[in-house]
């Protein structure tokens, strides 16, 4: 049974950095694809970012572009979310998500991911 379980959420003032992690159980995961997603109050959930475990390949929303990078550790089957120049409207429950047909990596859409993680809370104050 694969499972996702995130760490490393928290409050950080505009322009500070934190870096999100998704330890990953459970199956083999080399043609999987991976993503990060959020969901502010009141809003659907959103595409962050994504990756192809095998190879690495990644892709990013618009508004993280350049700010935000995914990432993974093979031997540790952990991938991780590094934010840095944080932005209030970055506040969020952030979710990773896995996909073993790695549709999600190409559609970026939540209705691909297969497994999900539990959430973890980013706020970022002004």
């Known amino acids: 049974q694969v499972q996702l379980v995130e760490s490393g959420g928290g409050l950080v003032q505009a322009g500070g950095s934190l870096r999100l992690s998704c330890a990953v159980s459970?199956?083999?995961?080399?043609?999987?694809?991976m993503g990060w997603f959020r969901q502010a109050p009141g809003k659907e959930r959103e595409f962050v970012a994504g990756?192809?475990?095998?190879?690495?390949?990644?892709n990013y929303a618009v508004s993280v572009k350049g700010r935000f990078t995914i990432s993974r550790e093979n031997g540790k089957n952990t991938f991780y979310l590094q934010m840095n120049s944080l932005k209030p409207e970055d506040t969020a429950v952030y979710y990773c998500?896995?996909?073993?047909?790695?549709?999600?990596?190409?559609?970026?859409?939540?209705?691909?991911?297969?497994?999900w993680g539990q959430g973890t809370q980013v706020t970022v104050s002004s």
């Open positions: 459970g199956g083999t995961f080399s043609s999987y694809a």
């Open positions: 998500a896995a996909d073993p047909t790695s549709s999600l990596y190409y559609t970026a859409a939540p209705a691909h991911a297969t497994y």
């Open positions: 990756l192809r475990w095998s190879g690495g390949n990644t």
